[in-house]
């Protein structure tokens, strides 16, 4: 990389996303490759061999039409024709395969993106890395075009190959002038070409600047368009009257996001412009201005003379913007230093991760411990766990109560290594949970998070996926189904167990909040069937109905027998089947115990209990 700031910058923004999408062109097939190359090799020799034939075609007409018909000019001339239109005909030919291997070549190389895109956002074991604001930013410059669809980082290395077509065409069009007027004359002319053509593209590359800049308020317009435009919102916007807010929200947004463009279009694309076209300008005019002298002082021929002046016409227009290929490189180069961008911020943080790499299989054999574990999330002063001390028992469940936002789902997610502790340690029979092979340990959690996933695809996938490579899964996941009560359910869809869960493909169907969240216990269980040995379940009954619930904690006991368990829930009347409740308060527990004697203690826990009881029995009054 180049020391000078500005030639480092050129180098950052120009040089190094060009060797990027240089290197996704293998991304397209060596044959796709391969015949682009030749397409557009071709498309930029014919219009140059096309001015070569016409010119010797206009130059052959006095000769030919003094000789008459059947001499040698006649034939000279017969073929400076065919030739001239067997190139015109040619290009027509070429163009639509040109376009067509753009296609392929976009469609594989944006597969392969975003297939980059999701490693690198798979890549960390922890959240942290890829949900903090930068992060963010990266992630939607890398692939907003893609979710657009246009000037995507496969439209750029489209675009790139057809810069092929362009390049050669100039390198063609100096050739000719170099051999029919002079090689002063050729470079001056591609000089003044690039230089009408640094005006044009520089000034697209300096506007794109900006992109990042308005990262936020671009971030904040899609958001507004796709709250306005989706199927999950439709709902709350129509009842609440909210539709017009939104609209009136989604273009304030693209307007703010719009004005620094617009100034800066200004100043790059129009001073930009004046200043490299008029110096271009100059150049190109000095030099047909030299050719017109020679033909006039005898030293070019005419035929000589129609070569160069169609040559440099042809070369400059060579200086103009490419449609096919300069707003898809730019947008593409700027995907890829985001994606780039990400990367390294990714990888930064994964560097300081634990490896770990010790085997979790059989864990834990005797207890989970927090011992002294502290917790705040990125960009927070706030610690959510302070200095927690927590023992689960293997094959113990154990309730963890508190208010909202007291920290109960922010230890899940310390036990499956989605977060690491600030300081001190999860344990797992007294190993740092660190320390264990991350996927290895993950392998031993089932988990029913409170926005679990709804994946809309067959109800045997969304089961199956508590243990992917679980053996007999058909026979697990209906037995999965039937303890976690939603068999009856899945025999009422049109496809049973291959009935796909979205009313948006054929033969879908939507499910209730309790339905779907009894197919995500269904996959926990699938999970626990499998081999997992901690249950966690985060407020996993919170959409079941009274009888639901009733029926899903008296077997309880029987579907956890074995299985380290913690259950999340702010009905006491769930909690008090786990073996022992902890209450959780200020970071810290607060309170722990079975439900009996947190009861009689008359704590924390009896407060809550006792108000929600009486809240029931008011409730009940007021029903009889
Ligand atoms: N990804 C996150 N980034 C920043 N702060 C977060 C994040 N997730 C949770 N928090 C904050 O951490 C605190 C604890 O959240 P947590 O979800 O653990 O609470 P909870 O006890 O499960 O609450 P609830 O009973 O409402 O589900 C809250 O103040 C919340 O705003």
């Known amino acids: 990389m180049p020391e000078n700031s500005r030639a480092r910058r050129y180098w950052a923004e120009a040089v190094e996303p060009r060797f990027f999408l240089v290197r996704r062109l293998g991304v397209a097939g060596a044959g796709v490759l391969a015949l682009g190359l030749l397409t557009n090799t071709a498309l930029g020799v014919l219009p140059v061999a096309f001015v070569v034939a016409a010119a ?153 600047r900006l992109w990042p800049e308005i990262g936020p308020l671009r971030r904040e317009s899609d958001y507004f368009r796709d709250v306005g435009m989706e199927l999950s919102t439709a709902k709350e916007l129509r009842v609440f009257g909210l539709t017009g807010w939104v609209v009136e929200r989604y273009r304030s947004s693209s307007v703010a996001a719009l004005l620094p463009l617009w100034r800066a279009r200004r100043v790059y694309n129009v001073h930009r412009f004046v200043w490299f076209t008029a110096i271009g300008l100059v150049l190109l005019s000095a030099t047909v201005a030299l050719m017109l002298r020679s033909a006039v002082t005898d030293s070019l021929s005419l035929t000589a003379l129609l070569l160069g002046l169609q040559a440099t016409v042809g070369a400059a227009l060579l200086g103009e913007f490419y449609q096919e290929a300069d707003v898809a490189t730019q947008f593409g180069m700027l995907a890829a230093r985001a994606l780039a961008d990400f990367e390294r911020h990714v990888d930064e943080q994964v560097a300081t991760e634990s490896p770990g790499g010790a085997d979790a299989r059989g864990l834990p054999r005797r207890e989970i411990r927090f011992r002294d574990v502290s917790f705040g999330y990125a960009g927070s002063d706030r610690l959510v766990l302070d200095g927690l001390d927590l023992t689960l028992r293997a094959g113990e469940c154990t309730a963890l109560v508190g208010l909202n936002g007291a920290g109960k789902t922010t230890l899940v997610k310390l036990l499956g290594r989605l977060y690491e502790p600030t300081s001190g340690a999860v344990l797992v029979d007294g190993v740092d949970v660190r320390e264990l092979d991350v996927a290895s340990w993950r392998r031993q959690l089932a988990v029913v998070f409170q926005d679990f996933n709804r994946y809309e695809l067959p109800v045997r996938d969304n089961i199956a996926f508590g243990a992917l490579d679980a053996d007999d899964a ?139 009881a009486e809240q029931f029995a008011q409730d009940a009054g007021r029903t009889r």
């Open 56 to 208: 010797r075609l206009v130059g052959h007409v006095p000769e030919a039409v003094a000789a008459g018909t059947g001499g040698a000019a006649w034939d000279a001339l017969v073929t400076a024709f065919l030739v001239a239109s067997g190139c015109f005909v040619a290009q027509q030919v070429l163009a639509p395969v040109q376009t067509a291997l753009a296609q392929v070549v976009k469609h594989r190389v944006d597969g392969h993106f975003y297939a980059e895109v999701i490693a690198v956002v798979s890549r960390s074991a922890s959240l942290r890395p890829v949900e903090d604001e930068r992060s963010r930013e990266h992630l939607h410059l890398a692939t907003e075009t893609l979710l657009r669809g246009e000037h995507t980082p496969g439209d750029a290395v489209a675009g790139t190959l057809a810069l092929v077509a362009r390049y050669v065409r100039l390198v063609g069009f100096g050739v000719v002038i170099g051999v029919a007027v002079s090689w002063w004359s050729a470079v001056a002319v591609c000089a003044g070409t690039m230089v009408f053509r640094y005006g044009h593209r520089g000034g697209l590359r300096m506007w794109t």
């Open 474 to 612: 058909d026979r697990r996941v209906v037995a999965a189904a039937r303890r976690a009560d939603v068999d009856g359910v899945v025999a009422g869809l049109p496809g049973g167990y291959g009935t796909v869960l979205s009313r948006q493909y054929r033969g879908g169907a939507d499910l209730s909040g309790g339905q779907w969240q009894r197919v995500a216990i269904a996959r926990a269980l699938y999970a626990v069937a499998a081999g997992a040995r901690v249950l966690l379940l985060d407020e996993p009954t919170s959409a079941l109905d009274v009888r639901a619930e009733a029926a899903f904690f008296d077997e309880f006991a029987e579907r956890t027998r074995g299985v380290t368990t913690l259950l999340i829930s702010h009905r006491f009347s769930s909690v008090r089947h786990a073996d022992r409740i902890v209450v959780l308060a200020g970071g810290r527990v607060v309170e722990d115990g079975t439900h009996e004697a947190l009861l009689a203690r008359g704590g924390r826990y009896a407060e809550l209990y006792h108000l929600q």
